[in-house]
């Protein structure tokens, strides 16, 4: 266990529909990333957020929106889902100092 | 914008075997560079980082890396593979925002290692 949690493990839902994927940080930590992982893009950086407050966009589509809450666990919103959806969503937590980021298990999300 | 490239996109190493993996990235300014490791079905582990100081890192299960700034290169290196070293590997850079983990991590695509024993 990283001490990032993230949930659902896996979810698995119809084109056109909204899912919300949840990250809880390691404790301590105050900025959260997500990242998308697919075989052909590979690791890709979605947004940042720090302390509640959005950080820096990546390739975030504009159907894909998330945020972070005050007690630090952060959501990801992805709507009017598509099959070019279906990937590994990661969320990394860091408290920004010297020891690295800490990735949680992923969501695996499939669109049928 | 900042590039992560790694070289190889499959390696295939007997147990015992040397294995180096190379990673070059494209930034001018000063980098924190960064070794994960992903086993089937698992989250991403953190295998070691640099952020300065030596540049031959040494991180868990035998791995190092050495950080050559002339070259924007951070290769990883392990002497003798073993069987439960099958994993990707991925590589990422973050531009130095004094010496800590912040900002976003940028990747390269990954290097798939299957050692076989």
């Known amino acids: 266990d990283s001490g990032v949690t993230q949930t659902p493990k896996h979810l698995i839902t119809a084109t056109g529909q909204r899912v919300t994927l949840r990250c809880s940080p390691r404790?301590?930590?105050?900025?959260v990333y997500w990242y998308q992982q697919s075989l052909d893009q590979g690791l890709q950086f979605l947004i940042h957020?720090?302390?509640?407050?959005?950080?820096a966009k990546g390739n975030i589509l504009e159907r894909f929106s998330a945020q972070q809450f005050p007690d630090l666990h952060s959501e990801l919103n992805l709507s009017s889902l598509e099959l070019g959806d279906s990937a590994l969503y990661f969320c990394?937590?860091?408290?920004?100092?010297?020891?690295?980021?800490?990735f949680g298990s992923g969501t695996r999300l499939t669109v049928v | 914008a900042q590039s992560v490239s790694q070289h190889n996109h499959h390696v295939i190493l007997s147990e015992a075997a040397s294995l180096e993996l190379g990673c070059n990235y494209s930034?001018?300014?000063?980098?924190?560079l960064f070794w994960y490791v992903q086993y089937p079905g698992q989250h991403l582990q953190l295998l070691l980082k640099?952020?300065?100081?030596?540049?031959l890192v040494k991180g868990i299960k035998g791995f190092e890396a050495e950080f050559i700034k002339s070259k924007f290169s951070f290769n990883l290196r392990k002497p003798s593979v073993q069987w439960s070293d099958t994993a990707e590997y991925f590589c990422?850079?973050?531009?130095?925002?004094?010496?800590?983990?912040?900002?976003?991590?940028?990747f390269g695509q990954g290097t798939i290692l299957t050692v076989h024993p």
């Open positions: 957020y720090y302390n509640g407050e959005e950080r």
């Open positions: 990422a850079v973050n531009l130095n925002a004094g010496g800590t983990s912040y900002g976003k991590l940028t």
């Open positions: 640099y952020f300065s100081g030596d540049p």
């Open positions: 990394a937590s860091s408290v920004g100092g010297s020891d690295g980021y800490t």
């Open positions: 930034y001018g300014g000063t980098v924190n």
């Open positions: 404790s301590g930590d105050l900025s």
